[in-house]
């Protein structure tokens, strides 16, 4: 099915938006980093120094401090450290030690020696030099195999439906089919938020079984999950990680974040050090600009800086920024044009020459009043996903040039991109006989042809999330619409019982009751009769208010409940579950006050 991005129904709750600079000012600071001999120029820019200066003031100091990582334990990935701020008046030559990252400060006075200063200019640069480590690791592959394998960049943008990158960022879109890029239509989500999706991808791994093997809540355990950049960084690869909006990173939004860095270059500390430092504008209650650029900016360009400085060596990176599309389905179009100018970049720069490129996202908008919509179902499960392959490989690989061509309208999903980056690495010649998405046994990577035919259900999609089923309206008042909606309500209240103690004191989660039904859909099943029926319901709770969908599946020999996938919230919650500790029950939860006697 080729849904219109431009329906009518869609279109009056969309609004393009035009680019708006961070600000007015151009930055006092630039840098200018040569990567053949790591040297990085701090220019000083002291014509702009005019609209800084207050009028009565005539003397400024400016002074730089190095970032770094610095906390331990359950603090490793919420501190860093800022080192002695180091005088300068010019531009000039940053020293080798400063490898991450830098704040810059300046303040003014009215007199050299005056005690009252103002400040009147904070910035923050991020970095990428060359790390010792990483260069004998990368030296001991050298010479092993003939060529040089294909190295990975992975950009992403949280919450933007295929569609919505047609609709709201038509130029980057246009710009993706007139270039040659494989595009996935039918890359389907396989759970709720970015989280379980990304795992997927980076591990095989299900939200459940990575919860058990390696789980984010407690402190040190991340590690232990079997994370592709561990498999590249192995064979001889550089690594890094960089994602916007710290507050909610996908490895620290209610979860301990990493004990050991996870790559050889992590933007996170430098993004900790900006916030905190920086001026910020927000939209959408998101960081859309970060002191004098937007916050995307500093995680494309790190993107771009991280594959020039290792554009002779094979690298493996992942990139992601959530402040620009998480939260409203039109915000996305103000950046059109800036994504469009990094696509460009990357051919400029000669990346897409040596680079696997993946430009995706991990699901469509997920709450809100398009979502509501049909369109707006389908949108939510099925992001965008385009892939570029170099020239050279594609010659190579004719193979996987008509595979990729057959896949654009097969089913496919985030384990089968598991599986590719592990065929892209056993392609080096550096390893073999790596593992297939555990999660996933009959997934596969999508250098080979899918099957036409192939399911959700053989695909680990939960059929909650699945874009297959052929579901038809039904009477939302029957009795087994309400049977399922009794045994959901249920099943919400003794996991809200269960966890009580995760509630802030003097607060507790209130008893969920059924409000409106809104919708109820069937699925009706082509292949004959199942063993079980689908039901997807949309229906409101009280106290509170809150929009939900759910798929339930009723199978008929038992004649018993279950819920697929994860039940969906549709509409904000806001404030509402602020009481609540446990991330997965706050869409459910609305705290009320415990009465003590």
Partial sequence: ??????????????????????????PLTTIEQNFDNDTVLVRFHPERMESYMPHYMRYVRCCYQSIERSGTKDKADKNFWVGECVAFNQSFLLPATVRNGFLVRCKAGVSEGSKSKKAIYTNAHALVRPVPSVQERIARFNGRVEKRPLSVLMIGIDSISRLNLIRAMPHTAQHLYNTGWFELKGYNKIDDNTYPNLMAILTGYNNSLAYSVCNPRSVGQLEECPFLWKY??????????????????????HKQGFVVQPTDHYF?????????????????????????QNYADYIYQYALDFAVQYRNDPYF????????SHNDISDPSSMDLRMKYYLDQLEERGVLNNSMVVFFSDHGLRFGPVRMLLTGWLEERLPFNFIWLPEWFREEHPEIVQALKINRNRLTNPYDLHATLKHVLELSGRISDLPGPLSCPNCQSIFNEIPWNRSCEETAIESHWCTCANFQPIDKHSVMVRRAL?????????????HRNSTASNYACAKLELGAITLAKMARQPKGKLPYDDYLLIFEGKPGGGKFESTVRHHLNRDVFEITGSISRLNEYASQSECMHVDYLRKYCYCQRVKLF
Avoid: H
């Fill in 1 to 26: 099915m080729d849904l219109n991005p431009l329906a009518k129904d869609v279109m009056r709750l969309f609004s393009k938006e035009q680019f708006v600079p961070c600000s007015p000012k151009k």
């Fill in 317 to 324: 990176g992942l990139f992601w920024t959530n402040t620009f």
């Fill in 232 to 253: 590249f960084a192995d064979s001889g690869y550089a690594t890094a990680y960089a994602e916007d909006e710290a507050g909610i990173n996908t490895f620290n939004y």
């Fill in 268 to 292: 996170r500390p430098v993004a900790l050090a900006a916030e905190k430092n920086l001026s910020k504008k927000l939209k959408n209650s998101l960081t859309f600009c970060l002191g004098y």
């Fill in 486 to 498: 009794a045994y959901v309500f249920d099943y919400v209240n003794r996991d809200l019982e269960e």
